[in-house]
């Protein structure tokens, strides 16, 4: 079943008809060169930007949804994200059960102890470091539980390490082990190719605001797709563990 | 969780500067005594000092620092800017504007007293419509942007009214009261500020939780779930009449809005959510406090509240520029 619809969505220059479903427990990766509207897309799936067409979630129009049941439903961790105030990591954490009207402390450390920050649950935030922060944010973002986790470049700021276990940990979301919970999905938008490779089910490549292609990674990194869309000559060896995506001189 | 010791700590400290704002003034009586004796309707000298002398002046000045303290710690949560300041809205200049034309023009006769502060919420008022009119979108730059325009615009109007002032005991008269000052208040300033506060306090109580997920930013507010529209609208507002009914009734009392969430936010975990009611607690403690200072000074002019707020207030912010230009070097 899909979890997400989009039909003909639209967002003036930014997104020109895209229509794409997102299956549960799939991870789905948005790829594209800079400007090709991934970011416009992400934000319309969370409902804080407005768009023309429609975005079916759960088999329903996402403006039927309340404001706070939409935000039970699908979380957005955006690009750049910065706290006004040098909150505590925990109290970071606990906004993302603002949806939910608590701060249920077992959910909270659960999404310290997947993430890794649960040894800072006392500092402040602005004591960390970029890569260590970004993680704060995805806590705050797994502690709502939401079906639908859109991430927006997550890899930025993380070493190499923590990069393939920020995907790992997205991979992990979109199919929990544990069989009661209600079915889940990833969309995440990366540059790093080899990565979107390696971690995502399907990927959709992004031009100038439409889909330029859809499908498996294997179906989506061709050496025509990234010719046509990036501009440049590429090595694939998708086989490979990990894959091998190079650009050419 | 804040400190749970933060908020018996703060009415601790404010039950103090009652009692020593009620015993502050040139004649000798005694606090409880005479309290006890106004309350019981007995008409006693003690009862005449404290009831009918200082306690209005002491509750106005806890009201007025109560909602320059809470809708300081509402902008800055709202604006995401540690050094936004009530005035910015345009509501202390359209208050100002406000209670000046009852000095000039002698409108709402029939009020007395309270002509200028309901003038002065009126202006108040005016001047956030026009704000929020002109701002659209309830955005933060934009807040700012539109605030100082009509800040401006109003500032220009007050410095005409001064310029073609009917005569110099007008002026003076206007200008004292714009210096700020708590003095000479009374019941019916009280039965103003009181709804004021209440009102204006629950409009930006009631959006705590949208100021706690404003601090990740518009996007991660709105994708919680906020209308971070609507909610920026009534903190807007909450914080006009706050401000609108203090300044048209107690004048310019500049700083306190500014520096007392500062002095808060420390003890409650710097959550914006957290620090809107001990801020309203520690602004009226600090004004209280600043009343009694000026009463304790040697008789001759009295220095005014604002000028004294603003004396003690400006190093603090200067220091707290300094603080954040030191952040982001």
């Not at chain 1, 799939?26 to 429609?54: D, F, R, V, W």
């Not at chain 1, 949804?65 to 990591?89: H, K, N, T, Y």
């Not at chain 2, 401006?152 to 410095?159: I, P, R, Y």
Request: some cysteine; proline content about 5%.
């Amino acid at each position: 079943m899909a979890l997400v619809e989009l039909h003909q969505l639209s967002l003036d220059r930014r997104l020109k008809s895209v229509s794409l479903s997102l299956h549960e427990g799939e991870m789905l990766g948005l790829i594209g060169p800079n400007g090709s509207g991934k970011t416009s897309m992400l934000h319309c799936l969370a409902g804080i930007e407005p768009y023309q067409g429609s975005v079916q979630f759960l088999g329903q129009s996402l403006q039927c949804f309340d404001d706070v049941e939409r935000a039970r439903g699908i979380g957005l961790l955006p690009q750049g994200c910065q706290s006004a105030w040098s909150l505590s990591v925990r109290d970071i954490i606990s906004l993302g059960r603002l949806a939910w009207r608590d701060e249920n402390p077992q959910k909270i450390s659960d999404a310290a102890k997947a993430t890794g920050v649960d040894r800072w649950l006392d500092q402040p935030i602005d004591k960390l470091s970029g890569g260590e922060q970004l993680r704060v944010w995805l806590a705050r973002v797994l502690a709502g539980e939401p079906r639908v986790l859109l991430a927006d470049e997550p890899l930025a700021s993380l070493d190499l390490y923590f990069q393939s276990s920020m995907l790992s940990l997205l991979r992990h979301y979109a199919q929990p082990a544990s069989q009661t919970l209600a079915s889940r999905s990833v969309v995440v938008s990366l540059h790093d190719l080899s990565m979107a490779a390696r971690f995502c089910d399907r990927l959709c490549l992004l031009n100038q605001g439409e889909v330029f292609a859809l499908g498996t990674p294997a179906e989506v990194l061709t050496k025509q797709n990234l010719m046509a869309v990036y501009q440049v000559n590429t090595r694939i060896d998708l086989l490979a563990n990990p894959p091998i995506i190079s650009v050419l001189d | 969780m804040i400190k749970p010791t933060l908020l018996p700590s703060l009415v601790l400290l404010l039950i103090l500067s009652i009692l020593l704002s009620l015993s502050m003034g040139s004649s000798e009586v005694s606090v409880i005594k005479g309290l006890w004796e106004w309350l019981t309707g007995q008409e006693t000298l003690d009862a005449i000092v404290i009831g009918d002398i200082r306690l209005p002046r002491t509750l106005v000045a806890l009201l007025v620092g109560a909602a320059l303290g809470i809708s300081g710690a509402a902008l800055q949560g709202l604006l995401r800017n540690p050094l936004a300041d009530p005035g910015l809205t345009g509501a202390s200049q359209g208050a100002a504007l406000g209670a000046a034309s009852v000095f000039y023009f002698g409108i709402f006769p029939q009020l007395g007293g309270a002509a200028p502060a309901v003038a002065g919420l009126l202006g108040a008022g005016l001047a956030m419509m026009l704000m929020l009119f002109l701002a659209g979108s309830a955005r933060q730059s934009m807040v700012i942007m539109a605030g100082l325009a009509i800040s401006t615009v109003t500032g220009a109007l007050l410095a005409m009214a001064l310029n073609f002032a009917p005569n110099p005991y007008a002026m003076q008269e206007l200008v004292f009261w714009l210096l700020g000052s708590v003095a000479n208040r009374g019941f019916d300033h009280i039965w103003i500020l009181l709804p004021a506060l209440f009102i204006g306090g629950s409009l930006v109580i009631s959006q705590r939780r949208l100021l706690l997920g404003l601090s990740l930013g518009e996007n991660v507010a709105s994708s919680l779930g906020f209308s971070t529209k609507m909610g920026s609208r009534i903190l807007v507002l909450g914080a006009a009449i706050l401000v609108g009914t203090a300044v048209s009734i107690a004048g310019a009392i500049g700083f306190v809005g500014l520096i007392v969430p500062h002095l808060v936010r420390p003890f409650a975990k710097n959550r914006p959510d957290k620090v809107l009611v001990p801020s309203a607690l520690a602004g009226a403690i600090l004004v209280c406090l600043a009343d009694s200072l000026i009463r304790s000074l040697p008789p001759g002019p009295e220095l005014k509240l604002g000028v004294l707020t603003s004396i003690l207030g400006t190093p603090l912010f200067i220091w707290l520029i300094w603080r954040e230009r030191r952040r982001w070097l």
